[in-house]
């Protein structure tokens, strides 16, 4: 069973490659660079849908409350494709695009307490400032203070610390932009973690698998013994899968268009398949009748509204919770009946990070993962240098990965 533990550090004992942290010595010292400009290395996408162009960059100094982050390493999500390819408000060009990296603190402004330079940590898009309303309460991940929002500026001053070498504004990306060597992210943005634990793998808890997990664990509350239907077994599907093997979920039906998806889904938990568009009934038809009534939990992972109307349809009437995880293009509407949802009970609730509040949270999943409860190895399928940053692009657009790992030096 999957339980919220105490907050404590972690003890692991898992290391990286080197048997090392990636800055021992370093931590608390003030390096050269500090309060300094530092000219690096950034993927720029400087056209809606068209390749990241590798150029030179420059990022400012923190200002206060705000760390700047050497990046070890970063991934990629569908997220990042969405944006990547948008060409409306709220897309904007020139981007740096990305929020699942883990790195390396290189300096601190002021006001910066809770981390120090050298501190290895996993910048999150969600805030967490501590004194709001919504931070003080177990009810919510949604800061007020520091809301979330899809802004090209950084969280607290509506402003840039990056751009190019002629001098013109580069834009964050949902407060963290690490497709770059460099970047600056609000504390409140921040969560440090162990050095010893692999920085290819705790990355995925930036973004991803956390909020998969976390669907199942903090959003829909899933308990031991129920039966969870999951909608698009990409990496997120196959994290909620996770989440609810976790949790104590007995049945855990997947549903997606690529028959393949199964095995995959079985190292996750997964013990049925619905392979949707293959069948004269709906893939909620399948789903009820399987059930006998529904499925106690359904997860829409993809992003499309026909699929929240088939999640929700084959949601157990009386108790069922329907969560909504995908993230569908700006302006898309969901039309259910009003009479549909007063007659059948059911909750249809969205997760943003699956609810997880990021500083509490993640160091429970670190500890997971490093007790060997939390599967992280699973999900990283592949791995590139950061040169060959647009070939983790190409393998997510064609369905040949779960979570490409991006390497900014090996």
């Not at 590798?54 to 705000?66: A, R, S, Y």
């Amino acid at each position: 069973m999957f339980y919220l533990t105490a907050k404590r550090p972690l003890q692991s004992q898992a290391s990286v490659p080197s048997g090392k942290s990636h800055m021992e010595g370093v931590r608390g010292k003030c390096l050269p660079t500090a309060g300094k400009p530092i000219q690096c290395k950034a993927a720029v996408c400087r056209k809606a849908g068209e390749p990241l162009v590798i150029e030179e960059v420059t990022v400012d100094p923190p200002m206060p409350h705000e760390v700047r982050i050497r990046i070890i390493c970063t991934s990629l999500c569908h997220s990042d494709i969405t944006f990547w390819k948008l060409k409306d408000p709220p897309a904007c060009v020139p981007r740096i695009l990305e929020v699942i990296p883990c790195g390396i603190v290189e300096s601190i402004g002021e006001n910066v307490v809770e981390v120090a330079e050298g501190d290895t940590v996993i910048p999150t898009f969600l805030s967490t400032c501590g004194d709001c309303t919504d931070c003080k309460s177990p009810k919510s991940n949604l800061c007020t203070k520091l809301p979330f929002k899809i802004s090209p500026w950084m969280s607290r001053y509506e402003s840039s610390r990056l751009k190019d070498l002629n001098g013109d504004v580069l834009y964050h990306f949902l407060f963290v932009s690490s497709f770059s060597e460099y970047t600056v992210v609000d504390v409140a943005n921040v969560v440090k973690v162990d050095p010893l634990l692999p920085p290819d793998r705790v990355c995925l808890l930036g973004c991803g698998v956390s909020t998969g997990v976390g669907a199942a664990w903090r959003t829909a509350g899933v308990e031991p013994g129920s039966t969870v239907a999951i909608f698009g077994l990409g990496s997120i599907g196959l994290a909620v899968a996770e989440g609810a093997r976790l949790c104590g979920a007995t049945r855990i039906i997947g549903v997606d268009v690529n028959p393949d998806k199964f095995e995959v889904g079985k190292m996750f938990g997964v013990t049925d398949f619905v392979l949707a568009g293959n069948n004269d009934k709906t893939p909620s038809q399948v789903i009820s009748e399987m059930t006998d009534g529904g499925a106690d939990y359904c997860f829409e992972c993809v992003g499309l509204a026909s699929l929240v109307h088939e999640a929700y349809a084959c949601c157990r009437k009386g108790w069922g919770k329907m969560v909504i995880l995908g993230v569908d293009k700006p302006g898309t509407q969901l039309s259910i009946s009003s009479f549909e949802v007063l007659q059948s009970g059911k909750s249809l609730m969205g997760s943003l990070f699956g609810g997880l509040k990021p500083k509490d949270d993640i160091p429970v999943l670190l500890k997971k993962y490093a007790d060997k409860e939390l599967r992280l190895d699973e999900f990283v399928t592949h791995e590139v240098c950061f040169e060959d940053i647009n070939k983790a692009f190409d393998l997510l657009i064609r369905g040949e990965c779960l979570r490409c790992v991006i390497w900014m030096k090996k």
